[in-house]
């Protein structure tokens, strides 16, 4: 148990400390962990650190990284402690009302970058917006491409609001309140979903991490966890125009499937991505334009 009167003073100290401590607790990143949490509470760099790794932590910084140090040790993940997390170098706040945005989850950013020319005019709906992250990174790498973000949500959407706005594409992005497409009058060009994809049976045996800090709203997929794809893909034909792409990301072995759904709702072209370990992770197929 980490107490303040054990911590060292010293932020380099503490921060080895702290990496004691989480190894020994079985934490997969003790060493990121513990950085990261000693450097937020102690509001400097790392670079700052090695500098001066006698920089002394103040009795209220002190309090701060026991507190961190804490929720980690209950599993809570870093990103949620400290309401940020990076997304394809970019900087995003979250809150409690969205999905902790994962690294798997870039590659259904750069499955849809795929179908789209740099430099296009292009128009982009994000499903399920939660944080913005997938439309804030598209409309950073498409500097001409506008979007909009649906959420059931109206606190997620105030965090994806807040998201555009501080990397930059706000003027670029709108947001809506709405189940999938209930808010929509117009078509797009390209139109990614990141929907809740885990089937009830195995909402009780996630990771404490996922399950005690991730919104129910943004993980439970149904029965067979494929509720969402069947709104999506029951309506695609209004929101996705003609020669347009839909880039969705899935569960683990829902591929075969979600295909088949896909080409029941008359896309061609289906393709696959893989995530960093291997699985397929992205599913995307094109309405014909004719």
């Not at 996630?206 to 893909?233: C, E, H, S």
Request: hydrophobic share 45%.
């Amino acid at each position: 148990m980490i107490f303040a009167e054990n911590l060292p003073v010293g932020a380099d100290a503490a921060m080895r400390y702290l990496m004691a401590v989480f190894s020994e607790a079985g934490l997969d990143t003790p060493a990121l962990d513990a950085r990261l949490l000693t450097l937020a509470a102690a509001q400097i760099s790392h670079e700052a650190m090695i500098r001066d790794p006698e920089f002394e932590l103040s009795p209220s910084q002190r309090r701060i990284l026991e507190s961190h140090a804490r929720r980690r040790l209950d599993c809570e993940p870093v990103s949620r402690i400290l309401g940020r997390r990076e997304f394809r170098g970019l900087d995003f706040v979250i809150t409690p009302h969205v999905l902790d945005p994962r690294a798997d989850s870039e590659v259904l950013v750069e499955a849809g970058l795929g179908c789209m020319n740099a430099d296009a005019r292009c128009r982009i709906l994000d499903l399920g917006t939660g944080s913005g992250c997938l439309l804030v990174s598209f409309l950073a790498a498409l500097p001409r491409a506008h979007g909009v973000g649906v959420d059931l949500s109206p606190d997620a959407l105030a965090c994806a609001r807040d998201n555009a706005a501080r990397n930059g594409v706000g003027e670029r992005a709108r947001f809506a309140c709405g189940n999938w497409y209930d808010a929509l009058h117009e078509t797009f060009d390209l139109v990614v979903a990141n929907p809740p994809y885990i089937n009830h049976g195995e909402l009780s045996v996630l990771p404490r991490d996922v399950a005690g800090y991730d919104p129910l709203l943004a993980l439970d997929g149904g029965a067979d966890g494929l509720d969402a794809y069947r709104a999506i893909l029951g309506d695609i034909s209004r929101v996705l125009g003609k020669g347009g792409w839909l880039v969705m990301e899935i569960g683990f072995g829902q591929e075969t499937a979600l295909a088949a759904m896909m080409r029941g709702a008359g896309l061609g072209q289906i393709r696959t991505s893989r995530d960093l370990a291997g699985h397929i992770r992205v599913l995307k197929g094109k309405l014909p334009k004719n």
